[in-house]
């Protein structure tokens, strides 16, 4: 189990820096670049932000990274770019611990490992 756990970390740390693609821009638009905004006091609003249509409680998730970097003085345009992107795939790493671990309850260990396998395999 720990095994799976330590891989499943390695790959999703490891995406982050092997992946220089973005599948949808409404992961900017919506979310990096209203957390951006609301830290750093700078960044794009869409017209749904303007008009109050959308809720800040996903992009308040990604202030902390920022926050972070702010006060350490550390918001180079790297890390600025990175912090959410290792936040998601820590958060991507919670999600495959308890996906791991409802199959093992409903199924068993050897259908929780194939499942989590399959997880980590999907891009």
Known sequence: ?????????????????????????????????????LVFGNGHLTWEWKEGLRSYLHPLIF??????????????????????????ALLNFCGDVLLYRLVVKLYGHPQASYTTIMQLSSW
Do not use: G, N
């Open 63 to 88: 202030t902390i990274p920022y926050m972070i970097l702010k006060v350490l003085h550390i918001d180079s345009p790297y890390l600025v770019v990175m912090a959410p992107r290792v936040l998601q």
């Open 1 to 37: 189990m720990k095994v799976i756990f330590l891989t499943a970390l390695l790959i999703r740390l490891s995406s982050v820096f092997v992946i220089r693609t973005s599948y949808v821009p409404d992961e900017t638009w919506q979310c990096t670049e209203v957390a951006h905004r």
